[in-house]
């Protein structure tokens, strides 16, 4: 792990589950796996400290642990699990828009809690709706389950491994960590249950004492009866679903950019049909014959079978190939490129140009001139640079040394004679796109790094002043509550004076920002990290 | 020697300069003597982040997040500072969830078993609060004010503890002392070190916190 993603890991960690557990997580990814005792006696926390901190880790999925051979447990740590803590939010909003307010909160509460039972899940879920809702409405279980059963068909959570149900001899001691087992088939099953009920309304401050007493003693029933039907059936979401969600988003705006409408809604219908068929690997979908095509589209678009027919070759003969024709029966078989084809992606102007796009706003656009002309020629001389990019000679060196030492472009030496004499050897400047994007991807994990300090920074210069307002906004709600009058409401509101409401306004202003850039680095963290991936063989 | 007939004075490369386009008397940027600069100056502005109302939302969510994360009980708060006098006021202050707990309930089937932390101590620490040395009628003051104190905490093991320390409470009284010692680690209530009594209970159980106390 290199020393950027572990310095985001650790802010990661450390704003969202407190110092111990970063301590910990901190540890374990930069030394790998390592047993308790070593984790307590190098960290020097208590060992309790150690042990809460690591349930919270394992519980959240961001530490694995393993029985060694010789009976003691090791913990490995998950670096890149948690930088996708990062991405949160994404996968929330994505929920949303696909399925509700009802699946944005089933992920969110997911996410929250790191693995869930399903009932578990829906109660809370259900809670949370009917506080939304008018008064005297409630909701229903029933409506929760079906979206959560909708959301395991189309793979967005998945069950996580299951203790093995092995009849142990009462003579053996019990192990001492279960390993985990987990059916392929099983991933998605969602158990029979029977969950009726409706969300209850939390009871409102007055009930509170005498609601409570009430509270403990159904607690206490409720823990005391059995327990529930689906006990030891754990729900995790499937954040590799949703990167190929995004991915496929990717696909579509790139056909639309490129083509028109149309054609990007026949590849997201091609897309949708073998969402649950390809896996997050495969270079290609399932091949798909054009009648199906024609059947799935969706209802709002009445084109005749020959203009998709038309289409579907218009988009198998683009260059880009985003759609490859795999045979002929029922109309032709045709299947998208699904590896996504990063390289174009990235760096082909009309479609997303990433690397080019981060080239003005660093060095100028006329290095970005320049980059795309390298891209597309691949190896150039010095001069040959200068003659296509209608540069001037100073500044055409001047911007090329300056990419070469970040690292952008590279020089290629070819000898013309063996003993690769200087004055005799050509030397090209070249683009070598993967070890850019690795570059590029560096460079985004110190930004995030840098922004979310300069956040907390910020929050820590004015945490008097937040303090401040908060206990005022407290005293007014108060206030308001029991009924005061405008004047003493006024007053209470002066307490902030004009200039601290203004700091106010600027803490507020800058924390937006940055959180926002936070979710735009992240954007493009996920393309860069996608397109190596794709470049990395599997064996 | 191959080297010296050209460019004296300036930086001497193995290869040819001249191809890579650096001409004679060209003036290269003089060396860097230090680390670069923290905050270099931005010769370019950056482009403005698109808005629009996905970007809001996710930016709502994501602030929202971080607030929720911090209330959760997987945020771990490092244990309260242990104050260096003890103060009359410790006893009334609600207290923050003892290091050593855990306030959600993990399915233990699912971990190892090293990472059980023993709730035992807890109901120790609840005896003794409820039963100070030999004033039964205090106790049940007490009684109700820690009820009150601990139905702000979330833990069902405590009810059933309390049921059983109202047992326990009846039927003896030296057991008070015995449990002064572990008492001491949590609440500090007593004016008396009861350190001199090693009931051998924490043997093996207790883990080498709590040094920064004097043990006799």
């Known amino acids: ?539 | 020697m191959a080297g010296r007939g050209r460019g004296r004075g300036r930086g001497q490369m193995t290869f040819n300069v001249e191809a890579v386009g650096i001409g004679k008397g060209d003036a290269l940027p003089p060396p860097t003597l230090q680390p670069s600069p923290l905050f270099p100056p931005l010769e370019h502005r950056a482009a403005p982040l698109p808005g629009g109302e996905e970007g809001e939302y996710m930016l709502a969510l994501k602030q929202e997040l971080r607030g929720a994360m911090k209330s959760l009980p997987y945020f771990v708060k490092p244990g309260a500072p242990r104050r260096d006098i003890e103060r009359y006021s410790d006893k009334y202050q609600i207290s923050s969830p003892v290091d050593s707990a855990i306030d959600w309930n993990p399915d233990w089937r699912r971990l190892p078993r090293e990472l059980k932390i023993r709730v035992r101590r807890l109901q120790k620490g609840r005896t003794t609060i409820l039963i100070p040395k030999g004033k039964q009628r205090v106790t049940l003051d007490k009684e109700e004010t820690i009820k009150k104190l601990e139905s702000l905490e979330k833990k069902e093991e405590e009810v059933t503890s309390e049921e059983e320390e109202e047992k326990e409470e009846e039927e003896e009284g030296k057991e008070e002392e015995e449990e002064e010692y572990d008492e001491e680690e949590h609440e500090e209530e007593t004016d008396y070190i009861m350190s001199y009594f090693d009931n051998g209970e924490d043997f093996g159980a207790d883990s080498d916190d709590n040094m920064d106390e004097a043990v006799y």
């Open chain 1, 1 to 539: 792990m290199t020393q950027a993603e572990i310095k985001l890991s650790s802010l990661l960690l450390r704003e969202h589950f407190g110092e111990i557990v970063e301590k910990i997580g901190t540890y374990l990814i930069r030394t790998g796996t390592q047993p308790l005792r070593g984790i307590v006696s190098e960290t020097g926390l208590l060992l309790d400290q150690v042990k809460k901190a690591l349930c919270v880790l394992i519980q959240h999925n961001l530490v694995t642990y393993q029985l060694q051979k010789r009976g003691f447990i090791e913990y490995e740590a998950q670096c890149k699990r948690v930088l996708r803590i990062l991405r949160y939010p994404r996968y929330i909003y994505t929920a949303k828009t696909l399925y509700n307010d009802t699946g944005e909160l089933i992920v969110e509460e997911l996410l929250l809690n790191g693995k869930m039972t399903m009932s578990a899940v829906v109660r809370k879920v259900a809670d949370r709706l009917t506080e939304t809702m008018e008064d005297g409405k409630t909701m229903d279980y029933a409506e929760v389950s079906s979206t959560f059963v909708r959301l395991a068909d189309t793979h967005f959570v998945q069950r996580c491994p299951l203790v093995p149900e092995t009849p142990e001899s009462p003579d053996a001691p019990p192990l001492p960590a279960p390993t985990l087992v987990l059916n392929e088939k099983d991933m998605y099953v969602v158990p029979k249950l029977n969950l009726t009920g409706k969300g209850k309304r939390r009871r409102s401050c007055d009930e509170d004492e005498t609601g409570e007493h009430k509270a403990k003693k159904q607690k206490q029933d409720g823990e005391s009866s059995e327990p529930p039907p689906d006990d030891g059936i754990y729900w995790q979401v499937n954040i590799d679903r949703f990167h190929q969600h995004f991915r496929d988003q990717g696909i579509v705006s790139a056909v639309a950019n490129r083509m028109d409408q149309t054609s990007s809604e026949i590849v997201r219908t091609m897309l949708r049909m073998s969402e649950v068929t390809t896996s997050s690997s495969a270079p290609y979908t399932q091949p798909l014959s054009s009648n199906e095509i024609f059947r799935s589209l969706p209802a709002g678009y009445n084109i005749a079978k020959q203009v998709l027919d038309q289409y579907l070759t218009l988009l198998a003969d683009d260059p880009l190939e985003f759609v490859g024709k795999s045979g002929d029966s029922g109309g032709g078989m045709f299947t998208v490129k699904v590896k996504w084809l990063l390289e174009d992606l990235l760096t082909l102007p009309h479609l997303h140009p990433l690397i080019p796009s981060c080239l003005p706003l660093r060095f100028g656009s006329r290095c970005a001139r320049i980059f795309r002309l390298l891209l597309r020629k691949k190896h150039l001389e010095q001069k040959q640079v200068e003659d296509f990019a209608m540069i001037p000679a100073k500044e055409a060196k001047d911007m090329l040394y300056k990419m070469l030492s970040e690292n952008f472009v590279s020089l290629q030496e070819i000898p013309k004679t063996p003993d690769h004499a200087p004055s005799r050897t050509f030397y090209l400047y070249t683009v070598n796109v993967p070890s850019s994007a690795r570059m590029l991807l560096h460079r985004c994990y110190k930004s995030v790094a840098n922004l979310i300090e300069r956040r907390q920074y910020e929050t820590k210069e004015n945490k008097r002043l937040l303090e401040k307002s908060q206990r005022v906004e407290a005293i007014l709600a108060s206030m308001q509550a029991t009924g005061a009058e405008a004047a003493q409401l006024q007053e209470i509101e002066e307490m902030i004076t004009a200039p601290e409401r203004q700091q106010l306004e600027n803490l507020k202003r800058n924390v937006n920002k940055i959180d926002a850039s936070e979710n735009q680095v992240d954007e493009t963290i996920f393309v860069l990290e996608s397109f190596i991936e794709s470049t990395v063989k599997r064996p």
